[in-house]
């Protein structure tokens, strides 16, 4: 959405810092290691990819 800026939470952030440490992992591995869902975990980096899409077109 144009003009919308994402902010992450620290739940986002937990999701970041816990992807970060680890080369090799799974969506499953990343919640647990953040204390979040599954669906958490592909809903922020979902976000992560769009924002990085929206970056390199700017």
């Known amino acids: 959405m144009s003009g919308v800026e994402w902010l992450a939470t620290d739940r986002h952030c937990a999701v970041v810092e816990a992807l970060q440490q680890r080369e090799h992992t799974t969506a499953a ?5 953040a204390d979040v869902s599954e669906e958490h ?3 922020t980096l979902r976000r992560l990819v769009e924002a990085e899409g929206d970056a390199r077109a700017e």
């Not at 591995?29 to 290691?33: C, Q, R, Y």
């Open 29 to 33: 591995g990343l919640a647990d290691a």
């Open 41 to 43: 975990v592909r809903s």
